[in-house]
Nanobody, 120 residues
Framework: QVQLVESGGGLVQPGGSLRLSCVAS????????MAWYRQAPGKQRELVAA???????NYADSVKGRFTVSLDNAKSTVYLQMNSLKPEDTAVYYC??????????????WGRGTQVTVSS
């Protein structure tokens, strides 16, 4: 009923930038939060950035000052602007949304992920 689709990943040189997008579709009543996680091979999945529908944000210490998360409520789309990328940012980036679907309780939904590779 609800689906999240990420896009915008790719290969970029250190110091470069990428902008990830995640579109939530389906019978959405209200978005509570949207967030970006990432997972590198052999590593645990970690929270990168999160934003509430009211605009409050949280960032991992490792990305503060470099990444910016934003939310377009009308389009049910969350963005992650990634600047000054480092090789250690290489990972699969996943979108997660906690939202209310019509006639359902609040629930976490996950996208399939998009690969970000930072390499020279």
């Amino acid at each position: 009923q609800v689906q999240l689709v990420e896009s915008g990943g790719g290969l970029v040189q250190p110091g470069g930038s990428l902008r990830l997008s995640c579109v939530a579709s389906g019978n959405i009543f209200r978005i509570n939060t949207m967030a970006w996680y990432r997972q590198a091979p052999g590593k645990q999945r970690e929270l990168v950035a999160a934003i509430t529908s009211g605009g409050s944000t949280n960032y991992a210490d490792s990305v503060k000052g470099r990444f910016t998360v934003s939310l377009d409520n009308a389009k049910s789309t969350v963005y992650l602007q990634m600047n000054s990328l480092k090789p250690e940012d290489t990972a699969v980036y996943y979108c997660k949304s906690n939202l209310w679907a019509l006639r359902e309780v609040a629930y976490d939904y996950w996208g399939r992920g998009t690969q970000v590779t930072v390499s020279s």
